[in-house]
């Protein structure tokens, strides 16, 4: 069984799921669950909608649950956990809809989450998988022992960044925990090498032809490499690259070199060619672009830094200001362009709707982050930056229900969740809602004393 998108479900069921997004941006989430149980039930591999169900369910349900103990040991599952469990290993596929029904009544139970995790594996459904855990990881972080299986199952299936930083959510609950530091320390050193699109096997019949090179190749793998280091490696790869200007491993590696060393254009380049050599690999155009987008960054910030330097020259000022439409207008072409080339990519209208926004075209923005608040993953940002575009177009109520709804996924105080939490404060008090600007900054006070202003703004409440 393989997993799904939106586009791959069958018409009556995307239909269902369509309608069941309605319920959700009507805020009519007891509903949306109804009709997202069905949806998974009938599209067991479509994980985004599963995604969506454990958010509805969680606001139905009221957030993560706290466990229960007796004489300060956790209490099992219960029976009816354990006969699910017997199902999960019988048949899997069947058991997912029981599953779906517990997890209803409590989203974030580690237990039941770890039985789909089980459940999605045996199914070979991966992305399931990681996001049954991801939940507790979410509302339990304290479950250190699934958050360790969560950790080796990123390891396993070659995501080192998504493994070290479960590693690192491991130590901030037990400093001390040996194997979650060793885990830490080795899940960063292999993501280094899948950064740059490399695996050990690719890496052995690529470039691996004798001693010196496989020397060179170990060197360039460690961490913290410095500028010299790298630039030392640049330069052997370079020669290779003047020997075979069609090996794309070469080539791929000598764009990752460029963009460490952040030569953005010569990056850009190489990433460039290494997408024509690839027959068309997104990835690849991807980073090409990010790249394009680093140049125009680093001549911006140099020009800022001109100007910084010489207030007084008016020609300076007049350059930078000039170059800072430019940029907002160019940001807005390439978005575009990227659309264009794939329209049902979320994250990409989401940049084209930032893009917009800082382009002051607000009614522009609006329809481009909509359709980006499709994709759970990015969803608090969408829902934040929605919120500013309506509250610039003078639409404060509206832009409040979207923080609002932004608020109902962020369970920990992070630094996404005060933003969130800021920005709502700051709409109600230009609403003249003083009471719930307050509330607002309150929250942020009692876990961050220091974030902006918000001790000024809390304590002169109280008349202090």
């Given amino acids: 069984m393989s997993e799904i998108t939106e586009a791959q479900l069958d018409p009556n069921i995307r239909a269902l799921y369509l309608k069941a997004v309605a319920a959700v941006q009507a805020n009519n989430h007891g509903y949306a669950v109804k009709l997202l149980q ?72 580690p237990e039941l989450n770890d039985l789909l995790f089980d459940a999605a594996l045996a199914l070979d459904l991966k992305e399931t998988a990681a996001f049954a855990l991801e939940t507790v990881r979410k509302g339990h972080p304290s479950e250190t022992k699934l958050l360790h299986k969560l950790a080796e199952f990123y390891s396993a299936n070659s995501r080192g960044l998504d493994a070290a930083a479960v590693y690192r959510d491991i130590l901030k609950h037990e400093p001390t925990d040996s194997a979650a530091i060793k885990g830490e320390k080795d899940a960063t050193a292999r993501a280094s090498m899948e950064k740059a699109n490399w695996s050990e096997e690719a890496d052995a019949k690529s470039l691996r032809k004798d001693n010196a090179e496989v020397e060179a ?9 410095t500028r010299e280091q790298l630039e030392e490696r640049r330069d052997q790869v370079a020669q290779k690259y003047a020997e075979d200007q069609n090996n794309l491993a070469v080539v791929k590696e000598l764009a990752n070199l460029y963009e460490r060393l952040e030569d953005w254009a010569s990056a850009q ?61 160019e940001a807005v072409e390439e978005a575009t362009r990227r659309v264009d080339q794939n329209p049902t990519d979320p994250v990409l209208r989401y940049e084209l709707g930032r893009a917009l926004f800082d382009a002051g075209d607000f009614s522009g923005a609006i329809p481009q982050l909509q359709q980006a608040k499709r994709n759970p993953h990015i ?24 923080l609002e709804s ?49 001790a000024t703004r809390v304590e002169s409440s109280y008349g202090g």
């Fill in 379 to 402: 969803q608090s940002k969408v829902l934040l930056l929605l919120g500013r575009t309506f509250k610039a177009k003078g639409m404060l109520d509206m832009g409040v229900k979207q």
């Fill in 38 to 109: 069905s949806v998974v039930k009938d599209a067991p591999g479509f994980v985004d909608g599963r995604k969506i169900l454990r958010k509805c369910a969680g606001v139905v349900a009221g957030g993560p649950k706290k466990k229960q103990t007796i004489f300060g040991m956790k209490t099992g599952g219960g029976l009816g956990t354990m006969k699910i469990a017997g199902a999960v290993k019988k048949d899997p596929l069947a058991a997912l809809p029981q599953l779906e029904a517990e997890l209803e009544k409590d989203p974030y139970n």
């Fill in 269 to 329: 380049s190489f990433y460039d060619w290494a997408f024509t050599l690839s027959n068309g690999d997104v990835a690849l155009r991807a980073k090409s672009d990010a790249m394009s987008d680093k140049v125009k960054e680093a001549e911006l910030t140099a020009l800022e830094e001109r100007a910084k330097s010489n207030p007084d020259d008016p020609e300076v000022v007049a350059m930078l200001e000039e170059r800072r439409k430019a940029r907002i207008q």
């Fill in 217 to 225: 190749l170990e060197k360039q793998s460690r961490s913290g490499l």
């Fill in 406 to 454: 932004a608020l109902e996924d962020l369970v920990q105080m992070d630094n996404t969740k005060k933003e969130v939490l800021y920005e709502k404060g700051l709409m109600h008090v230009e609403m003249g809602d003083n009471p719930k600007a307050i509330e607002c900054f309150k929250e942020i006070y009692e876990v961050d004393y220091g974030y902006r202003d918000v």
